[in-house]
Nanobody, 123 residues
Framework: QVQLVESGGGLVQAGGSLRLSCAASGRTFRSLAMGWFRQAPGKERELVAA????????YYPDSVKGRFTISRDNTKNTVYLQMNIMKPEDTAVYYC????????????????WGQGTQVTVSS
């Protein structure tokens, strides 16, 4: 297991930006694929970004493509999610996750989760 701690959530106006960070400890971070998920009230948890262990491969669903950027620093055991041009529909609890798949697109491919950080976008 790897321990994950998210930070950087908060309140932002529509059109603004936020950067989330997720610090990892425990298992070797650089051997893990990482993902960011979000869950809004009454909705299922959804993937918003994924990155492979080296950082060379990324994946985004259409809902955030061009606005969100995932990156990682394996020297700092940290993964980031830069969110730009934010919309009220981006409001959710954001979770960081780690897994052994090459680049997981499903929550089933991740076995370690952070506690989540709230992101609220006002209109």
């Amino acid at each position: 297991q790897v321990q994950l701690v998210e930070s950087g959530g908060g309140l932002v106006q529509a059109g603004g930006s936020l950067r989330l960070s997720c610090a990892a400890s425990g298992r070797t971070f650089r051997s893990l694929a990482m993902g960011w998920f979000r869950q809004a009230p009454g909705k299922e948890r959804e993937l918003v970004a994924a990155i492979n262990k080296s950082g060379a491969l990324t994946y985004y669903p259409d809902s955030v493509k061009g606005r969100f950027t995932i990156s990682r620093d394996n020297t700092k055991n940290t993964v980031y999610l830069q969110m730009n041009i934010m919309k009220p529909e981006d409001t959710a609890v954001y979770y960081c996750a780690a897994g052994s798949s090459m680049i997981g697109r499903s929550s089933d491919e991740y076995d370690s989760w952070g506690q989540g950080t709230q992101v609220t976008v006002s209109s």
